[in-house]
């Protein structure tokens, strides 16, 4: 039996689905403690997956996916790079089925998401990955006490249903709120949450039904519906059908996309605002609020400061920093014009130079940042752009302070996949990450890969990155260092020449087999007139991909055989006299 198994494992490691431009970050600590990409890919397949299956079963359409952590096993980051079926089966490896359990009542969902991050300081595999919503967790232990306690059906004792959740949000395609579940603690009243998740988590763990499922998710004998396909096919089939196999940075970020955030509710205060020209000031909260107030309403402001800071999405032209503190306003039923916020600058914590001080604006922690400008008036910073709604706002500046890491080596390499980088630091201090930048002119940088940073510590660390976007010619790289509350510096530049093919080179398209889009890559050592067709089992051409003539260099091709039947082809690739032919695998 050991010669099947070992030939299975090598076609698992050989089959390759597709490609990450970034790092999967599937260790033990963070996949059971933070929102990760890796368990963002896993939470989306399950929602992908059910979505694309509950109609058969007369089921409703899931609105969110639930991924507990513990059920992420790989324990390590998949470095950027080709993604095999090997690495979904040690991603997800147990016999989880996907699972539709509808219409789940709102104040028990509540329930399910007080379990889930109940116990982050104890790193349990509870912590739960999600998919189509967005949920804001108060850190402070004393203000919002955790879920705890529970009997075996997954009740709180003594009625202690805990208090971490303050926000829970579904979100439309766009990434915009679109149903609020839960506000500032409370449940939202409205219709019950059909949840994607695994049969393990929604199974009584007792002969008891109404018993809690795994991991003591309290489902308590809801009615649930398994679909057939494990886990770990759901998380093929999105990075083979849903990604096209290919795992972007922008869909996937290192550092992750912003739907968990954790926060330490340092005050919260609700005013009334005076009708007319008024200024209001939030106890405690070093926020004060003056327009011209048509209709008036409470205001509520929370002063939060992020435990484990979510991503900072595309800046305002000009910014660099972001706050690590920032302000949650709600009010629902006011009505104001010329808004303007104003915040004491001795309150401001980090602040070097004023002048180049910003009041920031956004709808929620998956938009961008807007600016509103800043002014320094009598020892506060205030906006200088009206506003007329209210949201999240935040403090930020260009760069001015020291970079928090030692590093002790940066280099770059030419290497078959593209470019290697390579550094080390000799110890770090509130490193989140480091952004690798790219230029072809030395003046113009963009980002082309994100690396997590080690925190704090006094130990040495060795990071690389493969940018396999480079294609032949001259490049610079340099390294952007973000700490945990958005101070960022610049490493130096280094230089590298990505030489020009030397050889003809025809690769296997990926993934393969495929359905129904797939890559195909070649190399060109000098300029050719290039054909690449696609022909069916009888010879008969089906495509013609490439018919141009080519300079020296890396192409990649994409191709999409969504009106083609399922079964074998060869695609040919023909450049001046040289010839090669490969086969590929349609499955639909």
Same mark, same amino acid.
């Given at each position: 039996?050991?010669?099947?198994?070992?030939?299975?494992q090598?076609?698992?490691?050989?089959?390759?689905?597709?490609?990450?431009?970034?790092?999967?970050?599937?260790?033990?600590?963070?996949?059971?403690?933070?929102?990760?990409?890796?368990?963002?890919?896993?939470?989306?397949?399950?929602?992908?997956?059910?979505?694309?299956?509950?109609?058969?079963?007369?089921?409703?359409?899931p609105?969110?996916?639930?991924?507990?952590?513990?059920?992420?096993?790989?324990?390590?980051?998949?470095?950027?790079?080709?993604?095999?079926?090997?690495?979904?089966?040690?991603?997800?490896?147990?016999?989880?089925?996907?699972?539709?359990?509808?219409?789940?009542?709102?104040?028990?969902?509540?329930?399910?998401l007080?379990?889930?991050?109940?116990?982050?300081?104890?790193?349990?595999?509870?912590?739960?990955?999600?998919?189509?919503?967005?949920?804001?967790?108060?850190?402070?232990?004393?203000l919002?006490?955790p879920?705890?306690?529970?009997?075996?059906?997954?009740?709180?004792?003594?009625?202690?249903?805990g208090?971490?959740?303050?926000?829970?949000?579904?979100?439309?395609?766009?990434?915009?709120?679109?149903?609020?579940?839960?506000?500032?603690?409370?449940?939202?009243?409205?219709?019950?949450?059909?949840?994607?998740?695994?049969?393990?988590?929604?199974?009584?763990?007792t002969?008891?039904?109404?018993?809690?499922?795994?991991d003591?998710?309290?489902?308590?004998?809801?009615?649930?519906?398994?679909?057939?396909?494990?886990?770990?096919?759901?998380?093929?089939?999105?990075?083979?059908?849903?990604?096209?196999?290919?795992?972007?940075?922008?869909?996937?970020?290192?550092?992750?996309?912003?739907?968990?955030?954790?926060?330490?509710?340092?005050?919260?205060?609700?005013?009334?605002?005076?009708?007319?020209?008024?200024?209001?000031?939030?106890?405690?909260?070093?926020?004060?609020?003056t327009?011209?107030?048509?209709?008036?309403?409470?205001?509520? =402001?929370?002063?939060?400061?992020?435990?484990?800071?979510?991503?900072?999405?595309?800046?305002?032209?000009?910014?660099?920093? =972001?706050?690590?503190?920032?302000?949650?306003?709600?009010?629902?039923?006011?009505?104001?014009?010329?808004?303007?916020?104003?915040?004491?600058?001795?309150a401001?914590?980090?602040?070097?130079?004023?002048?180049?001080?910003?009041?920031?604006?956004?709808?929620?922690?998956?938009?961008?940042w807007?600016?509103?400008?800043?002014?320094?008036?009598?020892?506060?910073?205030?906006?200088?752009?009206?506003?007329?709604?209210?949201?999240?706002?935040?403090?930020?500046?260009?760069?001015?302070?020291?970079?928090?890491?030692?590093?002790?080596?940066?280099?770059?390499?030419?290497?078959?996949?593209?470019?290697?980088?390579?550094?080390?630091?000799?110890?770090?201090?509130?490193?989140?990450?480091?952004?690798i !930048?790219r230029?072809?002119?030395?003046?113009?940088?963009?980002?082309?890969?994100?690396?997590?940073?080690?925190?704090?510590?006094? !130990?040495?660390?060795?990071?690389?990155?493969?940018?396999?976007?480079?294609?032949?010619?001259?490049?610079?790289?340099?390294?952007?260092?973000?700490?945990?509350?958005?101070?960022?510096?610049?490493?130096?530049?280094?230089?590298?020449?990505?030489?020009?093919?030397?050889t003809? !080179?025809?690769?296997?398209?990926?993934?393969n087999?495929?359905?129904?889009?797939?890559?195909?890559?070649y190399?060109?050592?000098?300029?050719?007139?290039?054909?690449?067709?696609?022909?069916?089992?009888?010879g008969?051409?089906?495509?013609?991909?490439?018919?141009?003539?080519?300079e020296?260099?890396?192409?990649?091709?994409?191709?999409?055989?969504?009106?083609?039947?399922s079964?074998?082809?060869?695609?040919?690739?023909?450049?001046?006299?040289?010839? !090669?032919?490969?086969?590929?695998?349609?499955?639909?």
């Amino acid at each position: 039996m050991v010669t099947p198994v070992t030939n299975f494992q090598a076609q698992l490691a050989s089959t390759v689905l597709g490609v990450s431009q970034v790092n999967l970050e599937g260790r033990r600590n963070p996949i059971r403690t933070r929102e990760t990409n890796q368990g963002n890919l896993l939470a989306d397949a399950l929602l992908a997956e059910a979505r694309r299956l509950a109609p058969n079963f007369g089921l409703p359409t899931p609105a969110v996916g639930i991924q507990n952590g513990g059920g992420i096993r790989n324990d390590n980051v998949i470095p950027a790079g080709n993604i095999t079926a090997q690495n979904t089966f040690e991603i997800a490896p147990f016999l989880n089925f996907v699972t539709v359990v509808p219409n789940v009542p709102r104040a028990q969902f509540k329930e399910i998401l007080e379990n889930a991050y109940s116990r982050i300081a104890n790193v349990d595999g509870r912590f739960a990955q999600i998919a189509g919503m967005r949920v804001v967790l108060g850190m402070d232990a004393t203000l919002y006490p955790p879920r705890i306690q529970v009997d075996t059906t997954g009740l709180a004792v003594g009625g202690r249903e805990g208090e971490r959740v303050r926000e829970a949000v579904i979100l439309s395609q766009t990434g915009a709120d679109s149903i609020v579940i839960i506000r500032d603690g409370q449940v939202v009243s409205g219709p019950g949450i059909t949840v994607a998740t695994i049969d393990f988590l929604v199974r009584p763990t007792t002969s008891n039904p109404n018993s809690a499922g795994g991991d003591g998710y309290p489902y308590r004998g809801l009615p649930f519906t398994t679909l057939g396909i494990t886990y770990q096919a759901a998380l093929q089939n999105h990075i083979v059908n849903n990604l096209a196999g290919n795992i972007t940075a922008a869909r996937y970020p290192e550092a992750g996309s912003g739907r968990i955030v954790q926060a330490q509710v340092v005050t919260s205060n609700t005013q009334t605002p005076a009708t007319g020209n008024s200024t209001t000031t939030f106890t405690g909260t070093n926020f004060t609020f003056t327009a011209n107030v048509t209709t008036t309403a409470p205001v509520n =402001v929370t002063y939060l400061q992020e435990v484990v800071p979510t991503p900072v999405l595309p800046l305002p032209t000009g910014i660099a920093v =972001v706050s690590r503190y920032f302000w949650k306003v709600s009010a629902p039923g006011i009505v104001f014009t010329n808004g303007k916020v104003s915040f004491p600058l001795s309150a401001l914590a980090g602040v070097q130079n004023p002048a180049a001080l910003r009041v920031l604006k956004r709808d929620n922690a998956t938009q961008p940042w807007q600016d509103l400008g800043g002014t320094i008036v009598g020892g506060n910073l205030e906006s200088v752009a009206p506003f007329n709604s209210f949201s999240e706002f935040a403090i930020g500046s260009d760069i001015s302070n020291s970079l928090p890491v030692e590093l002790t080596a940066f280099s770059a390499k030419s290497v078959n996949e593209g470019v290697k980088l390579e550094w080390q630091t000799a110890s770090e201090l509130n490193n989140d990450r480091f952004e690798i !930048e790219r230029s072809q002119d030395r003046n113009m940088f963009a980002v082309v890969g994100t690396v997590r940073g080690a925190g704090t510590t006094t !130990e040495a660390q060795s990071y690389s990155f493969i940018d396999n976007t480079a294609q032949s010619g001259k490049f610079y790289y340099r390294l952007k260092q973000v700490d945990f509350d958005g101070t960022v510096n610049y490493s130096n530049i280094v230089e590298v020449v990505k030489e020009k093919p030397t050889t003809f !080179e025809l690769a296997q398209n990926y993934p393969n087999p495929f359905n129904p889009a797939t890559t195909i890559n070649y190399q060109l050592p000098t300029n050719a007139l290039v054909t690449l067709k696609v022909y069916d089992v009888v010879g008969r051409e089906v495509a013609t991909l490439v018919n141009a003539r080519q300079e020296a260099g890396r192409y990649t091709v994409n191709f999409n055989a969504s009106t083609l039947a399922s079964g074998v082809y060869f695609y040919r690739l023909q450049a001046g006299s040289f010839v !090669e032919t490969k086969k590929m695998m349609l499955v639909k």
